[in-house]
């Protein structure tokens, strides 16, 4: 028989390719309403009014500058999601991938939605809002319609610098901490060109942004806006540019970076390096780092809030020197690390750890940590003994976000900094009777409480805003009473001051500023309020940290490219009396006559950039009318941002930062636009403020209703004619969901190849919805799938065409109790109705075939009911899991009924382990094993073939044979990977057991393979595997026979196995190519390859 479809090969193997993954875990339904401004629609729960209402003035104040500087009005309404925290953000269903801690938003392609969380900060959260502005409109200009968009995911990939370092520079500008890890790059020397990323992902972003801002003082302010113009135009960075600056990119990227050099490194003889000033306990992973060898030890490239204990000896503190996030001990003395204490990211109880917003807390007696680690959706306090590593209490406290926990000197309370209700204040747990105090109430972000040795005092930091300071939303130093009283600022400046800790004897502070440019570390005696420098840094530190006695201090520092931790003998001593020199940028925000981003005095000349580059700068003039007729110029949009809620008391105060929140931040800079006229965007927006506000001006507020929009859509159709009969084939599919993703509906109709006078003989289909908002993911689908296929000549005088109708209805419920932890089940019942038409001629001399007509063959129906429990917490690599366990285990039954003659029940069980080895090298191993019988006075159909590989290329292009029978069709599976043999060849008849081991290693054999033909394209490395895999199949397990004698010696005889080695390549960051040569084992040492395309088991 020749099978001719994909399909009926991907059914057969649901064993070989059995559902793994973690899980994005809605913990219960959250009540969403929404608001409309002018251009948005902004979707928020319940008690996050406030900051909706702050977002739709921000991101319409935002929109107005976003469109003067490119030039462009929105064709239509952008919809944003706002989370009251980045717990339950992680939770969307916008995007159903997992979402880490790092991400602070994401704008999705086709819809334009803005999804973005509430830290607390409403400067990050103004910050976040504009960033993801800049991609709505982006991708609105330039991906304008749903097909537009979804064209646009294939066919153009803009740049990460140039997407990225546009949303920044529109959203900041130029700012401290932007020039700190630029200063960085240009001194340690890993910043390259902008062709090639400026080195790293996250340069992209800030040496973008720098990018952008050299771009509008060398080249104009316009030619910003005219980039991103001609990027629309041309689908071309090199081309885009070169049209609005008249110069070559590479260039100009090379005049950038001189520009850096010229600005940075004259710090380094003003200012020191870390190792200068203290000893280095850790070390990082340097910048450009890509594979140590086998006998090299993994180096982190995070190492950061160290916690030194009460006592001295050792140092608590987060580091990703593994695979995941983990707190260390280590020797305060040495740096030789004592042990791992937890780890994040492989179990539902450490979900993640918060390792760059919150810190570690040390008992007074130096026995026991405290920390903050996420589990089930929620923040949760931890408090676990250093010596035995047993977790001691874990403390729930209601909060949407928790971080920064400290204990008082008794180890009676325990202070830290929460977030509820989009308000984050300063918090006191009693671990004695479990009450929950709140010492400050006020919009302001509060963060980083410390306890004195003594406990008469919290020091926190708050971000606070002023009128009188125009908007520089800083932080800045407070002191406050553990019950809540005599509440004083330390600190008043245009700076940040943070991260503070007491002097041995209660009457100092060290703490981190950034006055001169630099993160520095400062002491300060309270009762002068006098601040003295520490250190003098080139790049900044962070986090101090120092024992009871005072005798050093730990504090992490970021130095090319990494965070690493030192010590520093006897801070006390190194105070100076005199202010440090100010960086060059910082220099500029205190003079105004100064500018940072200076125009060099020669420019290149336009006729040799564009001599250099190929081509003529006036060569691109013919396509100016393609750009006339796509932008517009900017609006200007009238809304009331001065009136309140009055559903929502007004609450400022002095340290509420809201109050400066429409002003110009003087420490963002940017170089100053042109003043343009703008004219009034005529479409249907929302112009009158009446349309959105209420008469007291606080926006209309609606229950949100879902509406679904298209996600996705493909279509294609052919057809076939010749003098005897003609075919047509095609296919179409699409996906739809609400705003928010909690409801998704998908259809497809499929016809394969049929003749036009039968067309329903080959028509598919497949529908499906699914519920999310819950815990509990439900889905209800109905499939009807044809298969058609041919039967070999018999004996080349006659041969059969089958045609298959299978119906399937099914409901679908998976309960995830974690990230990587579910139950799920389906049951469904499906009909199958077969007919056969059957060609047939008197002899091989004649050559036509003669049709005998078609005729019902078999119908039945059955039902099944399945289940299965599910683990997986791996980490993937870049051709597969390279760490973590997975397990499935599950089985179900098919009850025998009136209208099936099968009733049978099966299980199995899947089992992986992945051993992490120096970064890039992992030994996998698995076994997975499964049976089936008979039940009811059934029959059982459920057989199990051996052999092959997943997603060998071979079987698609070439015949697979296997009888025809119902049973070998839609109720058995394939068992793979066998290598060594070819698909379901190990045991041609199938069994009802199986049983089947796989053992790989892992390793690279090359990075950076760049290829000329038939184009240009780079594979960032080639990985190598080793291979064995072995099992075997039995119906009777009195009949299995491992092994026989043969001439003195014994083979394998029902044990199958093959042994080989193989190369992988991921293409494009998509596929995975592999390439297999096994050797079949016990028979006579045949040899089979495999080219297939999927990731490793």
């Known amino acids: 028989m020749v099978k001719h479809t994909l399909f009926m090969l991907l059914l057969l193997s649901t064993f070989a390719s059995a559902q793994f993954g973690g899980n994005k875990v809605q913990y219960g339904k959250k009540e969403w309403s929404y608001i409309r401004s002018a251009h948005f629609d902004i979707y928020f729960t319940e008690k996050s009014r406030r900051i909706a209402s ?17 030039h462009y009005n929105i064709k239509k309404r952008i919809p944003v999601i706002i989370y009251k925290s980045h717990s339950d953000f992680e939770q969307t269903n916008v995007i159903l991938d997992d979402i880490g801690e790092g991400t602070g938003g994401f704008t999705e392609l086709v819809k334009s939605r803005i999804v973005v969380p509430f830290s607390g900060s409403f400067k990050d959260f103004r910050h976040v809002l504009h960033h993801e502005l800049v991609h709505g409109v982006m991708f609105d200009l330039m991906f304008e319609g749903v097909l537009n968009a979804l064209r ?31 200063m960085d790059a240009v001194i340690s020397g890993y910043i390259s060109e902008p062709r090639e990323e400026f080195g790293s992902l996250y340069l992209a972003y800030k040496a973008g942004m720098a990018f952008y801002n050299f771009l509008a003082v060398q080249y104009g302010p316009q030619s910003v806006g005219d980039f991103i113009k001609y990027l629309t135009v041309y689908k071309d960075v090199e081309k885009a540019f070169l049209r609005a600056t008249h110069a070559d990119l590479k260039n100009a990227g090379a005049r950038f970076l001189l520009d850096c050099k010229k600005k940075y490194w004259p710090e380094l003889g003003r200012r020191e390096t870390a190792g200068e000033v203290a000893k280095r306990l850790t070390l990082h992973r340097p910048a450009g780092y890509f594979a140590p060898r086998l006998d090299e030890d993994p180096l982190a490239h995070m190492n950061m809030q160290p916690a030194v204990s009460p006592d001295g000896n050792t140092i608590a503190y987060f580091s990703d020197r593994g695979d995941f996030d983990a707190i260390y001990l280590m020797d305060s003395r040495s740096g030789r690390i004592l042990k791992k204490l937890a780890e994040a990211g492989s179990s539902g109880q450490f979900e993640s750890f918060h390792t760059f917003s919150s810190g570690i807390g040390w008992s007074s007696d130096s026995k026991n940590i405290i920390f903050v680690s996420k589990a089930d959706g929620q923040d949760l306090l931890r408090i676990m003994e250093v010596k035995s590593g047993k977790m001691k209490k874990s403390l729930p406290c209601a909060m949407d976000a928790i971080e920064s926990p400290q204990f008082s000197p008794d180890n009676k309370k325990v202070v830290f900094a929460g977030m509820r209700d989009a308000v984050s204040d300063i918090f006191i747990f009693d671990l004695q009777n479990g009450r929950l105090n709140r010492l400050t109430a006020d919009p302001a972000f509060d963060s980083r409480p410390r306890f004195s040795w003594d406990g008469k005092w919290i020091v926190f930091e708050s971000e606070v805003g002023d009128t009188a300071e125009k908007g520089c939303n800083n932080f800045d130093l407070f002191l406050i009473r553990p019950d809540g009283t005599e509440l004083t600022r330390l600190t008043h400046d245009p700076f940040d001051d943070r991260m503070a800790c007491f002097s041995t004897d209660n009457k100092s502070l060290y703490f981190i500023s950034n006055r001169s440019g630099v993160s520095n570390l400062y002491g300060m005696a309270l009762d002068s309020l006098l601040p003295h420098p520490v250190t003098n840094l080139f790049t900044g530190c962070f986090t101090p940290s120092l024992p009871q006695d005072g005798r050093f201090i730990a504090f992490t520092v970021f130095e090319n490219g990494g965070w690493d931790i030192y010590r520093m003998e006897e801070p006390q001593k190194k105070a100076r009396d005199t202010a440090l020199p100010l960086t060059a940028y910082a220099l500029s925000l205190q003079d105004s006559g100064r500018s940072f981003w200076e125009k060099y005095a020669v420019l290149p000349d336009p006729a040799d950039t564009v001599k250099k580059s190929g081509g003529r700068a006036d060569s691109l003039k013919n396509d100016s009318g393609r750009v006339a007729d796509t932008l517009t110029t900017a609006d200007t949009v009238r809304t009331d941002t001065t009136a309140q809620d009055e559903e929502e008391p007004d609450r400022m105060t002095l340290r509420d930062p809201m109050n400066s929140f429409y002003n110009d ?36 507020e609606a229950p949100y209703e879902p509406r679904f929009s298209v996600d996705a859509v493909s279509a294609m159709i052919g057809a076939g004619f010749s003098p005897s009969q003609s075919a047509i084939m095609g296919q179409t599919a699409i996906a739809l969901s609400d705003v928010l993703g909690n409801h998704h509906l998908q259809l497809m109709l499929n016809l394969s190849g049929t003749s036009i006078e039968n067309t329903l003989d080959g028509l598919s289909g497949y529908a499906a919805y699914y519920y ?5 993911d439900v889905g209800v689908s109905l499939y009807r799938y044809v298969n058609i296929f041919g039967d070999e000549p018999v004996p080349l005088l006659r041969y059969d065409i089958y045609y298959d109708a299978v119906q399937n209805a099914a409901l679908d419920v998976s309960y995830p109790f974690s990230k990587f932890f579910r139950l799920e089940s389906d049951v469904g019942v499906t009909w199958i109705n077969r007919s056969v038409q059957r060609y047939v001629r008197e002899s091989a001399a ?14 039945m129906t059955h039902y099944n009911i399945d289940g299965a429990a599910v683990f997986d917490n791996t980490l993937w690599g870049a051709v597969g899991p390279v760490n973590g366990q997975r397990l499935r285990v599950g089985g179900g039954v098919v009850p025998k009924s009136a ?20 970064k890039w090298y992992s030994l996998a191993l ?26 060998n290329l071979r079987y698609f292009f070439a015949p697979y044979l296997m009888d025809n029978s119902i049973e070998s069709n839609y109720f058995s599976s394939l068992i793979m990977p066998l290598r060594g043999y070819s698909l379901g060849a190990a045991n041609p008849e199938g069994s009802n057991h199986f049983l089947l081991s796989n053992m790989e290693f892992r390793f690279p054999v090359v990075n950076n393979i760049t290829f000329f033909f038939p184009f240009t394209f780079t594979i960032p490395y080639m990985m190598g595997a080793l291979f064995w895999d072995i099992g075997g199949a039995w119906d009777d397990p ?14 394998f005889h029902d044990i199958k196995s093959g042994l080989g080695f193989g190369l992988r390549m991921n293409l494009f960051g998509a596929l995975v190519l592999k390439w297999d040569h096994a050797y079949r084992l016990g028979e006579h040492h045949l040899s089979e390859d495999y080219f297939s395309l999927g990731a490793e088991f």
């Open 152 to 182: 646009a995911r294939a066919s153009f990939h803009i740049p990460l610098w140039a997407a990225e370092g546009l949303a920044e520079y529109e959203s900041a500008g130029w700012n401290l901490e932007s020039d700190m890890f630029l």
């Open 846 to 859: 004649q050559k036509d075939y003669e049709s005998l007509g078609r005729f019902p063959e078999k119908t």
């Open 1038 to 1051: 009195a009949d299995f026979r491992a092994v026989v004698a043969d001439k003195g010696s014994f083979t």
């Open 54 to 70: 702050f977002a739709a003035d921000e991101l319409e104040r935002s929109l107005r500058l976003i469109s003067k500087d490119i």
């Open 926 to 951: 698995r076994l997975t094993g499964g049976g089936s019988t008979d039940i009811q006075g059934g029959r059982n159909p459920m057989r199990f073939y051996l052999g092959g590989t997943p997603g």
């Open 772 to 776: 999310l908002p819950y815990q509990a």
């Open 899 to 918: 209208s099936s003659e099968y009733g049978y029940g099966y299980g199995y069980a899947d089992l992986r382990r992945y051993f992490h080895y120096r």
């Open 665 to 700: 931040d003087p420490f963002v800079s940017r170089p100053r636009r042109r003043p343009e006229k703008a004219r009034v965007d005529t479409s249907a927006f929302l112009q009158d403020s009446v349309a959105y506000k209420n008469p007291n001006g606080a926006y209309r």
